[in-house]
Structures are given as C-alpha cells and as structure tokens.
C-alpha cells in the first residue's frame, strides 16, 4: 500500500456536486481539505486521496447528512464521471462496460482495486482498498457501489439490481440508508471484502446507444492516462505489490501467465523477473501469496463451495487446491472453513 495514490479531478467534483445539491459551500470545503479550485478545471487532474478521505468528513459535516456517500449515485450523472464512464458507455454489452471499469479503475481511483469474476450464475464484483490514505472505507465503498449501480441503471436503460452487497466494515448506525439504496439487494456487513453480487445474465444486457468508434477513441485517452499513472516518478508502490494487484485483477478463473502480468505493468517478463529479486521476491512467491489470501477469504464466506474456489484461483483441478492449500495451512479447505465457521460459545 501507499499513501501517495491519487483520484481523479473529475471523481472530487462530483463529490463538491453532491455536497453542494445538499446545501454545502463548494468554494469552503476546497479552502478547508487545501485544494485549490482551479486544479479541479483540468479534466485530467489529480487530487491527492488523502484530501479527498478530508472532503468526505467536511462534506457530511457540513451537510448534516452522515449517508452522503450513498447518495452519490442519486445526486449526480453517473455517466459524467471521466474518460472511463465514456469508454464504459460505448461498450456493447454491459458485461464488457464492467470488465472496463475493472481495466481502468485506478482512473477514477487509485485507491480502490476493482476485479469481478464469475461464479456458477452470479458474478461478484469486489472492491479492495489499496491506499493507506483511506481512513474512512465507508464512505469510500458506499459511493462507489452507489455510482456503479446507478451508472449501470443509466448505461442500460433498465433497473439493474444486485442480489447482495457486501460491506468489509462494521455495521453502522443507519443501515436503513444503505437497505433503501440497495433495495431489492440483501445488505451484509462485517463482511470479509466488499461485493457486489448480480445474477449474471444482467451481463448480456446491451448498452443504450454505444458507439464502437467512440469507444476506440476513449479506450486510447484511458490507456494514456492509465500509462502516465502507472510510470509518474516517486510515487508507485513496491514492485511487488503492484504484481500482487495485477495477478488479483487477472485471476478470473485460469492461472495469470508472468506474461501477461508484465504486459499489464508495461514491462518485459525478463525485466520484471529482475527487478523483483532485487525485491527478494519472485512472481510464483507472489502469485501463491495472492492466492493463499484469497482462498482463506472465501473459505470464510458460506457463499463459495470450495470447487468454486478452486476454479476462481486458477487451479486446474480441485484435489490440486486441496493439496495446495494443505501446504500452505496443515489443513484441508473443509476443515479449515469448519473451524472459522464454527459458532463460538
């Protein structure tokens, strides 16, 4: 993790709209979080996630509403976001708009790590924090599952609906908020990472009025942006961590080749392989470690049978899971997951 990481201008705006569509003074919360107003012109500008973890505090005090966040997704355009609400909205399917989202994430928010995958009919979108900067995860899940559903909603022309939404936090004071927002979808809190769960044929569902030209045109902005992000000086993370990010955003079901792990961060495999033993590490190393921490966080979830675990790691079989899973614990996936299931006295 770091705590240099960044949001885009355009993501901290529509935070300014959504306090000040609730009667909040714009110009005062930029003078109280250090944040000049003119930096928020340049639609490509960078805001430091640590002023904007500031602005969410100022934003509800100033407002008196503690489910500002929420209602993001309510007060603004959820396609205004950015060159990645573009790119998603030109897609053909929403299935591909989300595998967008997941691509460029680190656009809106260098914070926040999305990646989805497939699960028999259901596919799970997740969100993990990635920045040390962000104090306050509530708000930070809150709005962005707020905004994605809503832009989902817009994209499609049809009431997208979730059938859970996770939360890796305790359970606040105003549930009621978060239940009215994600309606029909069952809330959960204290949860082991935060989700979004959809029936999957919600995947097939075309976007209204994508253009195919227009999205070459905004996928080639992204990839520009999303290149100097990746290469700005001083302000990346470890090597290694970043292979750790890019193996959880490939991990959908089959192996991450070291290929295509170098490919994501732009560098050769022989390069890649270097520059990670002078980190004491090597990509298997961390490829099992990222793997390790998955499987003991979805053996905590009632929700995946361990053959679905064993599918989402990428292992070819499930007794190679098990096998695997023995080494790294002592234990069998079943009998590690009776043991964290099993009710306390």
């Known amino acids: 993790m770091t705590t240099e990481d960044t949001l885009s201008s ?10 000040r569509q609730r009667g909040a003074d ?4 930029c003078q109280a979080v250090g944040i000049d107003p003119a930096v928020l012109q340049n639609p490509d500008g960078r805001v430091p996630i640590r002023a904007v973890q500031t602005l969410w505090q100022e934003a509800v005090r100033a407002t008196g509403e503690p489910d500002l966040p929420l209602q993001v997704g309510e007060l603004i355009n959820p396609l205004s976001m950015g060159v990645v609400s573009y790119v998603m909205m030109h ?12 691509q460029y994430q680190d656009i809106a928010c260098e914070g926040v790590l999305t990646a989805g995958w497939l699960v028999g009919d259901r596919f799970q979108l997740s969100l993990t924090l990635t920045s040390q900067a962000i104090r306050y995860p509530d708000y930070t899940f809150g709005s962005e599952l707020s905004v994605y559903q809503s832009a989902f909603r817009a994209m499609t022309g049809q009431k997208v609906v979730a059938e859970e939404i ?4 305790p359970e606040p004071p105003n549930r009621q908020d978060y239940e009215r927002v994600f309606a029909p979808a069952k809330v959960e809190f204290n949860a082991t990472e935060t989700a979004l769960v959809l029936d999957a044929a919600w995947l097939e569902t075309p976007i209204l009025n994508a253009n195919p030209s227009l999205f070459g045109l905004f996928e080639q902005h992204a990839d520009e942006l999303l290149g100097k992000l990746r290469t700005k000086p001083d302000a990346s993370p470890a090597l290694s961590v970043r292979v750790k990010q890019e193996i959880f955003a490939l991990l959908k079901g089959e192996e991450p080749a070291l290929a295509a792990v170098a490919d994501g961060l732009a560098m050769g495999v022989r390069t890649l ?9 090597t990509y298997q190393q961390l490829l099992d470690e990222v793997r390790h921490d998955l499987a003991v966080r979805h053996l905590r979830e ?12 990428g292992f070819s079989e499930p007794s190679v899971f098990y096998r695997t899973f023995k080494k790294w614990t002592g234990s069998t ?9 099993r009710p306390t006295a």
């Open 10 to 19: 355009g993501s901290f705006n529509l935070i300014l709209y959504a306090a």
């Open 26 to 29: 714009s110009s005062a919360l």
């Open 91 to 102: 897609c053909p399917t929403l299935g591909k708009a989300i595998e967008k989202l997941c």
């Open 302 to 313: 009632p929700h995946f049978s361990t053959t679905d675990i064993a599918y989402l790691l």
């Open 166 to 169: 996770r939360f890796a936090f």
């Open 273 to 281: 392989q270097l520059h990670l033993k002078e980190e004491g590490a």
């Open 333 to 341: 996936p079943g009998a590690f997951r009776t043991a964290v299931l």
